[in-house]
């Protein structure tokens, strides 16, 4: 009997909806032969030993900015995180941004997330 409730509180909890900030963007074109898509985040003060984790709204994952050195009370600065083609539908891409501390997730706030945009990088 136990193992039952252990077993349904496992499945109940990997049902819950991811914990974030849902982000959508509209790019400028669909992405062209040779083209790379970056998702930049700028990542002001968080607490340390906090990491900022980056899904697709479906749970792929996409990277983990995890700020190392960064002085108490200080923004963490601008990351680039390369986005996959599977992650782009059409002219559109939408991810989860979740902060990870201290084994908890939550959605980051807006002076953890500054800011976060999608840039193009041409083709060769």
Do not use: N, W
Request: aromatic share 4%; glycine share 10%.
């Amino acid at each position: 009997m136990h193992a039952l409730i252990a077993a349904l509180a496992l499945c109940s909890a990997l049902a819950q909806p991811p914990t974030g900030r849902t982000v959508t963007f509209a790019l400028p074109h669909a992405l062209r032969g040779g083209e790379t898509a970056f998702l930049e985040v700028s990542v002001g003060v968080i607490p340390r030993g906090a990491e900022i984790e980056i899904t697709t709204t479906s749970g792929h994952p996409l990277g983990t900015i995890s700020p190392y050195g960064i002085r108490p009370g200080r923004e963490a600065g601008t990351y680039t995180v390369p986005l996959p083609p599977e992650a782009i539908s059409g002219r559109r891409v939408s991810v989860l941004l979740s902060l990870d501390f201290a084994g908890k997730q939550r959605a980051p706030t807006k002076k953890e997330v500054k800011k976060v945009r999608v840039t193009i990088s041409p083709g060769k």
